[in-house]
């Protein structure tokens, strides 16, 4: 299986800031990933896929980069709705998720 | 708009049995791939299943190979999943995905369904 690391498992932030958060795949997965916003209480929403396409509604404050085995998704100026959890996705073989990322007001 | 309601969710004893369903609308149902994945409570995602949209392809994670079994009714827009030999560590909200492209990433999610599995 592809194990997702993804780092960190939390952080405090304040409005406007920049937010980087990683995810390390065991393996080269080809740009075969996906990043997902979590509110609590409700289903995941899609953010990112194939590592850098923006999905349809979402702002263009969150980019998705990388390639081979490490991937990144940036918020570049943090807004009140973003104050979430963060998933990464691989699905290159099978589908594996990271651990998320809690992301806390400051 | 694309929706999709799950159902079937509850408490059950260990070694005992469910059925989960998902109820598909907005979106031409047989054209695409299903999942179900699940959330233990203050924990992670897990890809649970996968169905391709003729129900011909089907996988499972290794945690529930052999015990679950999804199906799907096309002309009746909706997933479904068995779930046999209940164990307390399937103790999660199970959610309803739909692929965006065939085997890729999910591009909607429905709002889950809770499962709990306790004596």
Sequence with gaps: ??????SPSSLSASVGDRVTI??????????S??????IPGQAPKL??????TLASGSPS???GSGSGTNYTLTITSLQPED???YFCQQYFYWRTFGQGTKVEIK | ????VESGGGLVKPGGSLRLSCAASGFTFNSYTMNWVRQAPGKGLEWVSYISGAGNNIYYANSVKGRFTISRDNAENSLYLQMDSLRVEDTAVYYCARDQYGWSHVDYWGQGTLVTVSS
């Design chain 1, 1 to 6: 299986d592809i194990q997702m690391t993804q």
């Design chain 1, 22 to 31: 990683t995810c390390r795949a065991s393996q080269d997965i080809d740009n």
């Design chain 1, 33 to 38: 990933v996906a990043w997902y916003q979590q």
């Design chain 1, 47 to 52: 953010l990112i896929y194939a590592a850098s």
């Design chain 1, 61 to 63: 404050r969150f980019t």
């Design chain 1, 83 to 85: 104050f979430a959890s």
């Design chain 2, 1 to 4: 708009e694309v929706q999709l």
